[in-house]
């Protein structure tokens, strides 16, 4: 029977990768099809790979193959104009290379094209020589099918999920199983030796109960371990309500859920922008500034979906719903706030402010200048923050306590070198007090009124 | 040893019988307790499910939810702009360069702006004329939101577009072109070169029917038709005190409002003792005003003496004889000629008589004198109302002959002395249109009201002086649907300009003579060169010679009818208080909450009498036993008008059958309840005269007044405010006029100052910065800016009249003001130091009682106070959680969150500066001032706390504007230069009686000032080491 039992189990496991490993198999044929296509179509003209490289550079920015961004989609862009309008490859050689020059000339299309986008001329780009354009062009007329790579990460995703998946809850079931059974056989034995004993005679005695005092009640006699006891409970239930009356108010840890699902995980994280590039008041003001809707579309304008990382979502990730549509969404949400006709490239004048739920509240009575700390002090966003390139949702990192204020202004030197201000200042105060560095503290920084007026 | 002793409870025990006795031995209670009586409703109570388990249980769980619920902090949302327009940077100020000039005040200032929000005004440091904002001014901000506005146009009550009020104005210009009907514009004073411009096209556009009638409610027509005559423009001369060495002034309040205001700065300049010099100032006048309160020489005299003075005065300079026999003020004019001789052309003499003959005296006498500090080449147009012409358009309006009547910035129903006449002929206009800011009583009788733009949301020029311009821009868009009265008269042209591209062509055309509009745009003010006009001018001043010869026939008949003025019974002299001026900021609480400089009451207006008429007809005041000052009231009656209810204050130095009454209160629509205080003296300003002839009598019932100052004299105690006269300044050593306090230590007189006298430790305050203040009392003229500033800078709270009256003000800057009890402080401390012995005629007992009261005629003198920022601080050692405690830059801190309100710091304060919050004073219904409103909310300086119930306040020192100019400093890598520190009192002061700085930086005008001979600490002898000083008020007393 036991027999039986696990052959049945591994029957099923085997099963189940097989089934997996095919579908993979499958996928990555597929995705091999259509790079043999690409690169058929390429040797036409000129490199789609280079191409494509060229293009991000330079063109991105303005075009998308398949949609309308600040200016026309270039999906087969040369067969479609050779088709529709008649222009060659020369046109558009001299219209990629000095597109202002041809406006002016007075070319047809290119006046159409010019007053179609918002009369915004497109930057001339006369570094490109005429094989980059080919390499360009050959780029949008096949592009290297994009979604390979997802596609591809998609199913190993998918792979290791669901083998993930079954291996765990089969592991278990399994031993448990294997547990029960020890239980069940060392039961069969007991009673098979209990029969044995019987049947040769021994007898087996039970215990006596001794008559003992209960423990309950030997410790209720001896009056001073409960004492002892007493005094110790309640010593811990103050050091517990302590310790809890301590943390009202301080919310470290909080991650409200936004109105925007905003990543500083993608953001700061995978893409590396930098902090100040949005919150960018935090140079010269208290406030670090959430950035206003118009910075969000200096990048979205033309970022306008989610393409996911190249390692494809963890599995945490698909998990928690982050999928590459999701995302998506999201900036879908960014669009409306701010007022964004996809379609026609404007803006609608139609904006709705994104009402953020703020997570760092500094209580009114403490004055906290991020432009000293950032800009003067030179501190690391990180420092107080922690480590938001890798915060997919946003939390308080810091208690924000005074006392942790205190201890930083303790223990940190202050950056004196170059700063004119501190020049004679740092003379005096090192010779004071005999040091070589100063911390804030030695600088007056913990006085009452400096963070309190 | 068992008692038989019987104890019992009470008598009725004792009588075994008694019933009560029996029941009380039973129950606890002799009777049932009425449980349904206070219970209610017993049917219902028993029909309830609910029993008092469950009821207890309910109590239980709210209370612990709630406690939970406690523990929560609230969400917070904070929302960024959609689209950041790059000047604003959240958390940093932008400042604009503007021009208030609405009629009353006009000056060139600066808007500090946050995140697009105007929250305080400043001078402009660039503008040579009028770039200081006096207290009014600094107030302005706040009545930009005021609640109470008038948010949209309204047509009879009902509101109305702006679109359907055009037309229907436009229909009622056309009507009135075509019928022949007068089309008026009755408005303030512009100063506008661009406005002119586009009431002339105006008048242009619908022909000549266009009368444009300038009105200021208090009247300068006398001083503007002198000048006319004499020079043949409509303007006021203009006068630089700063040149003048002798400064005689006939009840010109030129501290004040007299002729538009604006010469405390210079005039302050010139009383600074430079080289053992400085100006005298001699005052005659009737009411103690502000400018009177600073003289060196003040004469109390009524307006008809001060008349026959001015007239004997010309004669002994002229050498001619004026007639008018002996009289009373003769020794006053003998002396006051013989000191104008000697000056020269350093003596300046003005006038605030309302009457042309002792104008035009006086542009005589300037003229013979040819005095320096007379300016009548470019004189200023900041007043232009012509009270002939008022006069006329109300005659016309009854007549029917006004068509159209448009109204902007006037409140005429309130202001004219016959105003019943004005609303009757109102009546008669076809089409009356208000630009009302508040529903004022204007508005209300008016057809349609057109809401209009509060002076920060508009743009605007002005031409204060000749030559010297001045630019407005708006420094948020419009609050509400509000317009200005120049954008409405371009529409109603058919012009499809803004105001804005109209003063732009305006300037391209006629000021800016090739100079660039950004910049003129940017400073706010631009300085035209005169060189090009030389030539007219100069023709001008021929012809203007020519005119003076002319002239010579009037001054003589002016001299006559001076010389014979008489007057029957009291005089009362209209007047301005500096911190209400004509009334049209009545609504700001800021402004009511303004203690007057030399009564320092608020909340009110009252008719100041002089002791001895007081006592005439039974006046008194007196404080009551919570401190508050109480007074009579009076009836006022002048040529029929009766004004009921005055209430009366008994003013030292007020001429005897003088009265003195300030214009600008008892307004009453349009207001909040609490700012409808006073009375309304305009309704005695018969003819535009500020002096009326006037009866007085007691009236029933007492008047509380809201007095900030209890004490009115110094007693002798000369080290509060100490004081010299210039010839000991310049001849006498420093010790025997501002000598430092001696203590006695092992029975040897040591100076206070010396370290053997201190108790404490010193710290080592050399390093970094130290900051300090400094007070000059001879600059200082009391004026207030400061108080207003400080303000509005560290969201101080406004409190009301009641708070007021207990003393519970929350000025963190106070300006005392002294009199002296005998002639002069001088004598006030001579006559202390004389005491002898508790009784008798030198006894301290009635000395003391007597020092009291101030003299008839006392000296005055004002005193700033806030925090002294002490660093041996009294109030630090009895915190006693250590809420308050020393920087190392010497500001006394206050951590208001740390504060538990014992109050023990106000208590050991000997300067009297710690303000306690006895209330929560914002989003409280009883305090409904801008802090109980969103809108008066926006005024708050994000920078500064709001305090809350309970905790102890005072000055900080603007600790937030050191720390800020601190940390600018840091972030561009650079040392801080002198004069960048400040704080929001020395930097709207600007008559540079405040000086702040950084003594640890030796070069600087602070640490220069700090070892002037006349530095001195208040109460130095208590060894409190302040880090405020003051200088040593020195009085220019030489006769002759």
């Given amino acids: ?453 | 040893m068992a008692s038989n002793k019987k104890y019992w409870k009470s008598e009725a025990e004792l009588n075994p019988n008694d019933s009560i006795v029996e029941a009380l031995k039973q129950n606890e209670f002799t009777e049932q307790i009425p449980v349904d009586e206070f219970l209610g409703d017993k049917e219902n109570l028993s029909a309830s499910t609910t029993n008092r388990r469950d009821f207890l249980k309910y109590v239980g769980f709210s209370t612990a939810a709630a406690t939970v619920a406690a523990c929560e902090g609230p969400v917070r949302k904070s929302i960024p702009y959609v689209v950041q327009p790059d000047r604003i940077v959240p958390g940093v100020a932008n400042y604009y360069a503007t021009t208030i000039a609405d009629g009353h005040d006009f000056a060139s200032i600066l808007v500090k702006t946050r995140e697009g929000r105007p929250i305080k005004i400043e001078n402009n440091t660039e503008a040579k004329v009028s770039g200081s904002a006096n207290a009014r001014v600094q107030a302005s901000v706040l009545s930009l939101y005021d609640s109470t506005r008038v948010q949209g146009p309204s047509a009879n009550g009902e509101p109305i577009e702006w679109k359907d009020l055009d037309n229907r104005i436009k229909g009622g210009l056309t009507a009135a072109k075509n019928s022949g009907k007068q089309i008026a514009l009755l408005t303030q004073t512009y100063a506008s070169p661009s406005t002119d411009k586009l009431i002339a096209e105006f008048k242009a556009n619908y022909g000549e029917n266009v009368n444009h009638v300038s009105y200021d409610a208090i009247s300068e027509d006398a001083a503007l038709n002198a000048f006319n005559t004499a020079y043949g423009e409509r303007a006021l001369p203009d006068y630089d005190f700063e040149k003048a060495g002798l400064i005689v002034s006939f009840g010109a309040d030129f501290l004040g409002d007299w002729q538009g205001g604006g010469y405390d700065d210079s005039y302050a300049r010139g009383r600074v003792p430079k080289h053992g010099k400085m100006s005298k100032h001699i005052q005659l006048e009737s009411i103690m005003s502000l400018t009177g309160a600073n003289a060196d020489k003040r004469y109390p005299m009524s307006p008809t003496e001060q008349k026959i003075a001015l007239a004997k005065l010309y004669g002994k300079l002229n050498g001619s004889n004026v007639g008018g026999g002996t009289s009373d003020v003769d020794p006053a004019v003998e002396s006051i000629a013989a000191q104008i001789r000697k000056a020269g052309s350093k003596a300046v003499v003005v006038t605030g008589l309302n009457d042309i003959n002792a104008q035009t005296v006086v542009l005589a006498i300037n003229k013979l004198l040819a005095s320096e500090a007379f300016d009548t080449e470019n004189p200023r147009y900041v007043r232009q109302g012509d009270s002939a012409k008022v006069t006329k358009l109300v005659a016309d309006m009854n007549a029917g002959r006004v068509g159209v009547l448009i109204m902007d910035g006037v409140n005429p129903v309130y202001s004219l002395p016959n105003s019943a006449d004005f609303v009757a002929g109102l009546d008669k206009v076809d089409v009356s249109i208000s630009f009302a800011f508040n529903n004022d009583e204007t508005a209300q009788a008016s057809k349609y009201v057109a809401a209009a733009s509060h002076y920060l949301e508009s743009w605007g020029d002005a031409q204060f002086k000749k030559g010297h311009y001045s630019l407005a821009q708006p420094a948020i868009r419009e609050l509400f649907d509000t317009r200005q009265l120049q954008t409405a008269l371009l529409n109603w042209m058919g012009s499809d300009k803004t105001y804005y591209e109209y003063i732009k062509e305006t300037w391209s055309a006629e000021v800016l003579q090739e100079s660039d509009w950004n910049k003129a745009l940017q400073d706010g003010v631009f300085a035209a060169s005169i060189a090009p006009e030389v030539n007219e001018e100069s023709l001008e001043v021929s012809a203007d010679e020519e005119e003076v010869q002319e002239s010579i026939v009037p001054i003589a008949s002016a001299i006559r009818s001076l010389v014979n003025t008489t007057s029957s019974g009291k005089e009362l002299i209209l007047y301005s208080k500096v911190g209400m001026g004509d009334g049209r900021q009545a609504n700001n609480p800021w402004l009511q909450e303004f203690p007057d400089p030399i009564t320092r009451v608020s909340w009110d207006n009252y008719v100041t009498i002089s002791k001895a008429d007081a006592e005439s007809l039974d006046m008194e005041n007196y404080n009551v036993a919570d401190g508050g000052l109480n007074g009579n009231y009076a009836r006022l009656t002048v040529d029929g008008m009766v004004l009921d209810n005055v209430p009366v204050i008994i003013q030292p130095g007020q001429a005897p059958n003088t009265l003195g009454l300030s214009f600008g209160y008892g307004k009453q629509a349009g207001m909040k309840a609490e700012m409808a205080t006073g009375v309304n003296a305009f309704s005695l300003y018969g003819n535009f005269n500020n002096v009326q002839s006037v009866s007085i009598e007691k009236a029933e019932g007492t008047h509380e007044f809201a007095c900030v100052q209890l004490h009115k004299t110094l007693m002798g105690r000369g080290d509060i405010i100490k004081e010299t006269t210039l010839e000991i300044f310049n001849t006498k050593d420093v010790h025997e006029w501002n000598e430092v306090p001696h203590v006695s230590k092992d029975h040897q007189e040591i100076p206070v100052t010396s370290p053997d006298a201190d108790l404490w430790q010193e710290f080592d305050r050399s390093i970094g910065h130290h900051f300090n203040l400094s007070i000059d009392l001879n600059s200082c003229t009391g004026c207030g800016a400061c108080v207003i500033a400080c303000h509005a800078e560290n969201n101080v709270p406004v409190v009301g009249k009641e708070e007021i009256r207990k003393s519970r003000d929350m000025h963190w800057l106070r300006i005392d003001r002294y009199y002296s009890s005998e002639e002069s402080f001088e004598q006030d401390n001579e006559k202390k130091d004389s005491m002898d012995g508790l009784w008798g005629d030198n006894g301290s007992l009635g000395g003391f009682r007597e020092m009291e009261d101030a003299a008839a005629n006392p000296q005055v003198a004002f005193q700033p106070v806030m925090c002294q920022h002490c660093n041996h601080a009294p109030c630090e050692t009895v915190c006693p959680v250590a809420a308050t405690s020393h920087g190392r830059q010497g500001q006394n801190q206050m951590a208001y969150n740390r504060c538990v309100g014992t109050r023990y710091c106000a208590n050991n304060c000997p300067y009297k500066v710690r303000r306690f919050n006895w209330f929560l004073y914002y989003d409280n219904d009883e305090f409904d001032y801008n802090m109980n409103n969103d809108l008066g909310k926006m005024v708050i300086n994000p920078d500064v706390n709001v305090r809350s119930r309970g905790v102890m306040e005072k000055c900080s020192m603007c600790i937030q504007m050191t720390q800020k100019t601190i940390l600018d400093a840091k972030r561009d890598g650079r040392a801080i230069k002198d004069g960048e520190f400040q704080t929001a009192c020395s930097s709207a002061c600007s008559s540079g009686a405040m000086v702040f700085g950084d003594i640890n930086d030796k070069e600087s005008k602070i640490a220069e000032l700090k070892d002037d001979d006349r530095m001195y600490h208040l109460l130095e002898h208590v060894g409190t080491k302040p880090n405020v000083f003051y200088h040593v008020k020195v009085r220019n007393t030489d006769e002759a």
């Fill in chain 1, 1 to 453: 029977m036991k027999k039986v039992l696990y052959r049945h189990l591994f029957s099923k496991v085997l099963g189940f990768s097989l089934l997996l490993f095919s579908t993979s198999f499958y996928a990555q044929e597929e995705a091999a099809s259509t790079e043999v296509v690409a690169e058929d179509v390429s040797a036409a003209g000129g490199d789609a790979a280079k191409g494509k490289q060229l293009f991000n550079q330079n063109c991105a920015a303005c075009h998308a193959l398949d949609r309308k961004m600040t200016g026309p989609a270039l999906a087969n862009v040369e067969a479609r104009l050779a088709e529709d309008e008649g222009l060659d490859k020369e046109w558009l050689y001299t219209w990629i290379k000095n597109s202002p020059g041809m406006i002016k000339s007075g070319d047809a299309y290119a006046v159409k094209i010019y007053a179609e986008y918002n009369q915004a001329a497109m930057t001339a780009f006369p570094t490109l020589s005429d094989a980059d354009i080919d390499d360009i062009l050959a780029y949008t007329a096949a592009p290297p099918p994009a979604p390979v790579v997802a596609a591809v990460a998609d199913a190993a995703g998918a792979q290791g999920d669901s083998s993930g998946g079954i291996s765990n809850e089969i592991i278990l079931g399994a031993l448990a199983l294997v547990f029960a059974l020890l239980v069940i056989m060392l039961i069969l034995v007991n009673n098979t030796l209990r029969r044995i004993a019987e049947a040769n005679g021994v007898i087996l005695e039970k215990e006596k109960a001794q008559e003992r005092t209960p423990i309950w009640k030997a410790f209720a006699q001896n009056q001073f371990l409960v004492l002892v006891s007493a005094i110790f409970l309640l010593l811990a239930s103050a050091y517990f309500a302590y310790g809890w009356m301590m943390q009202v108010g301080i919310d470290q840890g909080y991650a409200p859920v936004q109105p925007i699902h905003y990543s500083h995980k993608i953001h700061a994280g995978d893409n590396k922008i930098e902090c100040k590039y949005c919150h960018s008041s935090a140079r010269v003001s208290k406030h670090s500034g959430i950035p206003s809707l118009n910075v969000c579309m200096n990048c979205h304008k033309s970022i306008y979906e989610y393409k996911g990382n190249p390692e494809g979502p963890s599995a945490d990730d698909i998990a928690n719903g982050y999928t590459n549509e999701f995302y998506t969404g999201e900036i879908k949400k960014l669009y409306k706030a701010v007022g964004w006709d996809e379609e026609n490239q404007k803006y609608t004048g139609e904006s709705q402010p994104v009402e953020w739920v703020r997570i760092h509240n500094l209580p009114d009575f403490a004055y906290f200048n991020h432009s000293q700390h950032v800009s003067v002090a030179g501190v690391e966003c990180q420092t107080c923050h922690g480590p938001v390139e890798e915060m997919e949702v946003m939390y308080q990192f810091a208690p924000l306590t005074m006392g942790w204020c205190i201890n930083c202004h303790r223990e940190t030197n202050v950056k004196v070198e170059g700063n004119e201000y501190y020049e004679a200042i740092h003379t005096e105060l090192s010779k004071k007090y005999g040091v070589d560095k100063l911390t804030a503290a030695m600088m007056g920084g913990l006085e009452c009124g400096k963070c309190h007026y």
